[in-house]
């Protein structure tokens, strides 16, 4: 059973992921911690690091943005809040 805007749930959640991952990777070093130098750019390493300015975290914002749609990870968290905010909305008989 899904919600009559279903697709429209499912659109929403893979761009709040999207953001939400994008930020994340620009202004924190959580998703760098187990990798290795020579497998990020010059601009995450500033950022796990500690000491990158704007414009590297700008940079990484952009490509992380750029990159999520070949991302199992983003596709994941997207469906998982997909399925929650659609049998939510059916359960309380809501529309958005």
Sequence with gaps: ????????????????????TALLASCTNIFYRKK??????????????????????LNVFALSLVFNFASFRIYFHSFLLWIIVNFSLILSGQTI
């Design 1 to 20: 059973m899904l919600h009559e805007d279903w697709l429209s749930i499912g659109l929403i959640s893979f761009t709040i992921v999207s953001i939400v």
């Design 36 to 57: 290795a130098v020579g497998q990020i750019s010059h601009s995450q390493l500033r950022i796990k690091q500690g000491n990158a300015n704007f414009e590297h975290r």
